[in-house]
Nanobody
């Protein structure tokens, strides 16, 4: 069964940087899309970045130019620069079987797997 373990969250001041990491277990990595989403208190979970097995990458508008997703088989990272208070959220790694990138958190909830999350706080 698919398991994802995130690490790397923390607290930073506005303008700072953090890199999140995720390791996946229990699935055929080449058949899965890996990505990151976030959920702030009182808000819905939203996709931030996605990296499919063919090397395609997409970002949410809020992440473009500041966040960079990387992937190597079952390992994915999210480098976040110029963090702002509005980036404060729980960040979740995801894995979903498929061919194309997706930022659709509802789709991932239905058919994929989430990690337990790592908190990012920007003040």
């Amino acid at each position: 069964h698919v398991q994802l373990v995130e690490s790397g969250g923390g607290s930073v001041q506005a303008g700072g940087s953090l890199t999140l990491s995720c390791v996946g277990y229990g699935y055929q990595y080449s058949s899965y899309i890996m990505g990151w989403a976030r959920q702030a208190p009182g808000k819905e979970r939203e996709g931030v970045a996605s990296f499919d097995s063919d090397g395609r990458i997409i970002y949410a508008d809020s992440a473009k130019g500041r966040f960079t997703i990387s992937r190597d088989n079952n390992f994915a990272s999210l480098e976040m620069n110029d963090l702002q208070p509005e980036d404060t959220a729980m960040y979740f790694c995801s894995a979903i079987r498929g061919g194309y990138c997706t930022l659709d958190a509802q789709l991932i909830s239905l058919f994929g797997t989430w990690g337990r999350g790592t908190q990012v706080t920007v003040s």
